[in-house]
């Protein structure tokens, strides 16, 4: 499986909601600032602190396990709580998962079954991001003594267009590997990438145009393994025969 990226935000325009779209880094606040001067450390280290990547092997076990929102709250509210997100957010949380399409399961080949682990990894990153976001609205609107049902409507609002970008790009990236997919069955692993040339390319887009790469390992463009067709929202590219002595894109 991929390495999960640090964090899944909302798809964005820019690079595609591959999602990777605004992802952050999990803040931590800097260790240094939480001990007071003078104080030695102390002796006996503090309880390792959750990392994302066991987060998110949770989250992805729990989504697939859980057929309702109860039971996905039951599923991970221990974990949570844990990494600091209270069940309010959870629960607001878990019923808007509910609603996200199955994802295809099976690929017929090796493209699809690739779309398909990155698709499950990013739906759960995308679970924690939202309960962080949701996490963060409740925070504000207790310190700031506003209603704290409107903030989580309010964040649920925002939460909602964000998992639509995703859920476009996991069908964009099922498609996408089907058409590598099916260019593998006639030309081999190995083929060719092509990009409509315009003034609206992409830089990435761009630079894998004419190059080759295998259909078993999508290639790193735009900072993430993609497949043509699946860069960006908007990516035109597409996968063709192999271009001789072209280089294979990593
Ligand atoms: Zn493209």
């Avoid at 998110?56 to 221990?78: E, P």
């Avoid at 700031?144 to 925002?158: E, H, K, M, N």
Wanted: charge should be positive.
């Amino acid at each position: 499986m991929a390495a999960p990226a640090p964090h899944s935000g909302p798809p964005g325009a820019a690079p595609p909601p591959r999602v990777q779209p605004r992802r952050q880094p999990p803040k931590q606040a800097p260790p240094a600032q939480q001990q007071p001067t003078g104080q030695p450390p102390p002796a006996t280290p503090p309880p390792a602190p959750l990392l994302p990547a066991q987060l998110i092997a949770a989250i992805i076990a729990a989504l697939g396990a859980a057929l309702t929102a109860a039971q996905l709250v039951r599923l991970l509210a221990k974990i949570m709580a844990l990494a600091g997100i209270g069940l309010l957010a959870l629960r607001a949380v878990a019923v808007l998962m509910m609603s996200w399409p199955p994802d295809v399961l099976e690929g017929t080949g090796p493209a699809q079954r690739h779309a398909i682990r990155t698709n499950v990894t990013r739906r759960a990153q995308f679970m924690w991001s939202a309960c962080k976001r949701v996490q963060a609205a409740i925070a504000a609107a207790r310190s700031q003594g506003t209603p704290v049902l409107d903030a989580i409507a309010a964040a649920l609002a925002t939460e909602k267009r964000y998992m639509a970008q995703h859920i476009a790009a996991s069908s964009q990236r099922v498609q996408a590997s089907s058409a590598v997919d099916g260019a593998a069955e006639a030309y081999g692993n190995l083929l060719g990438w092509n990009s409509h040339l315009d003034s609206r390319t992409s830089a990435g887009c761009r630079l894998a145009n004419g190059k080759n790469f295998y259909a078993d390992r999508p290639p790193v463009v735009e900072g993430a393994p993609s497949l043509p067709g699946a860069v960006h929202p908007s990516c035109r590219c597409w996968p063709s025969a192999p271009f001789k002595g072209a280089p294979v894109m990593p």
